[in-house]
Structure formats: C-alpha cells, structure tokens
C-alpha cells in the first residue's frame, strides 16, 4: 500500500509529463475505474506558478524619474554662464551685394571656390548645458566678469556690432586700396570698448568710474573729436596723475564729466594710459560700398576673409586656386592682421566645413595655434599670416590667381 502511494505522488508532481494521448483499447474501462478511484483516494499537490523577485524595479525606477526630472528642471534654468562653442565656415561671397554705382566702377566675377568666414557661439546657458559644456574640451564655459568684464550684455553687443561695420569698411578700403582704387581712411570718436584695470583698481580707476560704449570728447580741457588726437597729449602725463575727462554715455545726448587716475601701461611701465581700450570707430571714403550682409553676427575677427573674398569677387581668376580656404583675424589699413578670440573653436568650425587651409594671425598665442593644429588634425592646414601679403603668397602657391595694384584700370 505504501508502495502504491508513492507511485501514483509522484505521477501527480509529474503531471506536466503525463502523456495526453487516446488510452489504448486493450485496457480495460474496469481496470480505467479503479485507477481513477486510487487517484481521488491520494492527496493532491498543488504546484503555484514561479513569481519573479522584483524588489529592485522600484529603488530603480525612482532614480530614472529623479535623473529625468533633474535634467529637465537644470535644462529650464538659466544661468550666468555663457559659452565659447564651435560657430559655423560661411562663404563670404553668398553675402555680397553690389549696387548700380558699384557696376559702374568694377566688374564682378562670381569666385568658384569661395573663401570662407568663420563664426563662434556665445549664447546663455542652462545650468545643464553648463554642465556638459565643462565636460567638452571644445567649448570654454564664462562666467558674467569673463565674458563681459565690466560691461553689461547690451553693452557689448553694440560695441561688437560696431566692430563689425567698421571692420568691412577696413576690408573693403584695404582691398580696393589693393586693386589701384582711391580710398582713404581716418580716426573716428574715442569710444571705450574695454578696460585695462590694475589688480586692485584704485577707486578714480577708469574702470571704476568709465562704462563700455562711453565717448571720450574732452581730456583735461582739450577737446579730442578723434582717437587720434588724444596721442600726442598722453606724453605730457606720468602714471597717478588725475584728469578730468567729458564723456557722452552711450545712448545719451548729455555730456557728463568724471576725473580719472592715470595708470601706467601693463606692456611697458614708461607709458601712461587713462586705462581703456578704444573701439574701431575709424571712418573709411571708399569710390563705392559693398554691401556685406553679416545679420546679428558682431566683433572685427572676419576682416581677412572679407578682405580676400572681395580681392577674389572683383579679380578674374581663381584667388584660392580651387583649394576651399577659410580664414580668420582682424584687417588694418596698413595689411595687418591682428588676433582674435576662440581660435580652437573656429578651427573645430573650420574642419568640419571641409575646408583645406586656414588662415590665422600669427600674432596669436604659440599655445592657441598649437591647440588649433592638434583640433585640425592632418587634412586642414593652419597658415599663420602676419599680413595680407603673406596670405596672397600662400594663395599663389597653391595656385591662385596674382593680386596687383594695377589689376583694374581707372
């Protein structure tokens, strides 16, 4: 009998094994009966459905929400961080546009391989996007004082958009100057665009009693109408001296008066200085403007590229050789290109373009164009230049067509 038990219990915790298929006809429904009354007879065993353990899905699923709600709270709160990031290449010759007067004085040739411009952003940032800025090595995230120093945004923003005027009338003057045209150029009003301001700022500093966007009209009694009448009067100053100086607040009509306490020069220590750098507010005369349409985009650092791109619009030829050729830096009268701020993110802007060389001042920092060369890589080139001539010569070397004085005939 025990026997019998255990063998009809263990069929039962088998039961999934059982075979379902029709029972044989040579058994007999006599011997069917009895063992289906053994089977009432032995305890059933029930067997429950396996549950899985999901203890850990609730400590999980609240850290997703928790991260998912940070991200999205930082990513809606502005910060005061601002960012250095990766711009955009352009092609500076998509925003050229001639008048009638223009046609009149010069031909115009639509280039084949147009010179690039490049840009950088420097919008607000979230406090997430501050975040992920400082994780990547190609964007420099600012706080308000290194963004802006002493000036407000809007302040700023007019002195870059001015900047940037006066930086295409440069190019144009340089480059028609270069094509044999008559231009002239000359110093507009002293408008203050930044400080030089000690380590411990004494408290009739410029910076402490000046405002970016100021015009400076009058130095000691003298009236100063331009940058560069104020030159010759410096010399007669020694560092710790006090003036009185007539500004004209930006965005006003009245003149105020303020005393400032000159300093000396943090590049050489026999110079004195009031403490301010001056904005481009030089007045170009050119034979006929070329609209250079730039939108919202502010600061001099494209004055190469729209000097080279005009030198190719109004020439015959190929200037860049068919060699795609972006460029960056400031432009003077006298050819000069001068420095400029974000290299390594242009150069980031510039390699993405597709372009093969690219021009930037050599006065840059070794430790900005070394950074610029790494971020290049092998296939962009990065030609440091001095001037425009060493541009043009580059150029010719790879090709280009030549640049004369005498390339269009008055």
Same mark, same amino acid.
């Not at 219990?9 to 094994?17: E, F, I, Y």
């Not at 009432?40 to 709600?69: C, E, K, S, Y």
């Not at 094509?179 to 400080?195: C, K, N, P, T, V």
């Not at 007539?246 to 026999?270: G, H, R, Y």
């Given at each position: 009998?025990?026997?019998?038990?255990l063998?009809?219990?263990?069929?039962t915790?088998?039961?999934?094994?059982?075979d379902t298929?029709?029972t044989?006809?040579?058994v007999?429904?006599?011997m069917d009966q009895?063992?289906q009354?053994?089977?009432?007879d032995?305890?059933?065993?029930?067997?429950?459905?396996?549950q899985?353990?999901?203890?850990?899905?609730i400590?999980?699923f609240?850290?997703?929400?928790l991260?998912?709600?940070?991200?999205?709270?930082?990513s809606?709160?502005?910060?005061?961080?601002?960012e250095?990031?990766?711009?955009?290449a352009e092609?500076?010759?998509?925003?050229?546009?001639?008048d009638k007067?223009?046609l009149?004085?010069?031909?115009q040739?639509?280039p084949?391989?147009?010179?690039l411009?490049v840009?950088?952003?420097?919008?607000k940032l979230?406090?997430?996007d501050a975040l992920l800025?400082?994780?990547?090595?190609d964007?420099?995230?600012l706080?308000r004082l290194?963004?802006?120093?002493?000036?407000?945004?809007?302040?700023q923003?007019?002195?870059g958009?001015?900047?940037?005027?006066?930086?295409?009338q440069?190019?144009?003057?340089?480059?028609?100057?270069?094509?044999?045209y008559?231009?002239?150029i000359?110093?507009?009003?002293?408008?203050?665009?930044?400080?030089v301001?000690?380590?411990?700022?004494?408290?009739?500093?410029?910076?402490?009693?000046?405002?970016v966007?100021?015009?400076i009209?009058?130095?000691?009694?003298i009236?100063?109408?331009?940058l560069?009448?104020?030159?010759?009067?410096?010399?007669?100053?020694?560092?710790?001296?006090?003036?009185?100086l007539?500004i004209?607040?930006?965005k006003s009509?009245?003149?105020?008066t303020k005393?400032?306490?000159?300093?000396?020069?943090?590049?050489d220590?026999?110079?004195?200085?009031?403490?301010?750098?001056?904005a481009d507010?030089?007045?170009v005369r050119?034979?006929?403007?070329?609209?250079?349409?730039?939108? =919202?985009i502010?600061? #001099?650092? $494209?004055?190469l590229a729209?000097? @080279? &791109?005009? +030198?190719? %619009?109004?020439?015959?030829g190929?200037?860049?050789?068919?060699?795609k050729?972006?460029?960056t830096g400031?432009?003077d009268g006298?050819?000069t290109?001068?420095?400029?701020g974000?290299?390594?993110?242009k150069?980031?802007?510039?390699k993405a373009?597709?372009?093969?060389v690219?021009?930037?001042?050599?006065?840059?920092?070794?430790?900005?164009?070394?950074?610029?060369?790494r971020?290049?890589?092998?296939? =962009?080139r990065i030609a #440091?230049? $001095?001037?425009l001539?060493e541009? @043009? &010569?580059i +150029?010719k %070397?790879?090709?280009g067509?030549?640049?004369?004085?005498d390339?269009?005939?008055?």
């Amino acid at each position: 009998m025990i026997a019998v038990d255990l063998t009809v219990t263990s069929k039962t915790v088998s039961d999934m094994n059982i075979d379902t298929t029709t029972t044989s006809s040579s058994v007999s429904p006599e011997m069917d009966q009895q063992q289906q009354d053994a089977h009432h007879d032995v305890p059933q065993i029930v067997i429950a459905p396996r549950q899985r353990n999901m203890w850990w899905a609730i400590p999980i699923f609240t850290v997703v929400w928790l991260i998912t709600g940070a991200i999205i709270i930082s990513s809606l709160v502005r910060v005061d961080y601002w960012e250095v990031a990766p711009g955009s290449a352009e092609q500076v010759s998509s925003r050229f546009s001639f008048d009638k007067d223009a046609l009149q004085l010069a031909d115009q040739y639509k280039p084949t391989t147009p010179v690039l411009f490049v840009t950088a952003y420097g919008s607000k940032l979230s406090a997430f996007d501050a975040l992920l800025g400082t994780l990547d090595p190609d964007v420099d995230v600012l706080n308000r004082l290194q963004k802006f120093g002493t000036a407000t945004p809007d302040q700023q923003r007019a002195v870059g958009f001015k900047s940037m005027i006066t930086a295409k009338q440069i190019a144009e003057y340089v480059a028609l100057r270069r094509l044999g045209y008559e231009a002239s150029i000359s110093y507009g009003e002293l408008i203050i665009d930044r400080f030089v301001c000690e380590a411990k700022p004494r408290p009739l500093s410029a910076c402490l009693q000046l405002a970016v966007g100021d015009a400076i009209t009058s130095f000691d009694g003298i009236e100063i109408p331009t940058l560069a009448d104020l030159l010759p009067l410096m010399k007669n100053y020694k560092p710790g001296d006090v003036v009185k100086l007539k500004i004209t607040p930006q965005k006003s009509l009245e003149s105020i008066t303020k005393e400032v306490e000159l300093i000396a020069s943090p590049d050489d220590p026999n110079r004195t200085i009031i403490g301010v750098w001056p904005a481009d507010t030089r007045i170009v005369r050119l034979p006929f403007e070329v609209d250079i349409d730039t939108d =919202l985009i502010g600061g #001099p650092s $494209a004055g190469l590229a729209f000097t @080279l &791109a005009l +030198l190719d %619009e109004l020439t015959p030829g190929n200037l860049t050789g068919g060699v795609k050729v972006a460029a960056t830096g400031t432009i003077d009268g006298d050819e000069t290109v001068g420095a400029i701020g974000a290299l390594r993110q242009k150069t980031v802007a510039v390699k993405a373009s597709g372009a093969k060389v690219f021009f930037v001042p050599s006065s840059q920092s070794a430790e900005e164009i070394d950074a610029a060369r790494r971020v290049a890589g092998s296939k =962009l080139r990065i030609a #440091p230049v $001095a001037n425009l001539g060493e541009a @043009l &010569a580059i +150029l010719k %070397e790879m090709g280009g067509s030549d640049i004369s004085n005498d390339a269009i005939e008055l």
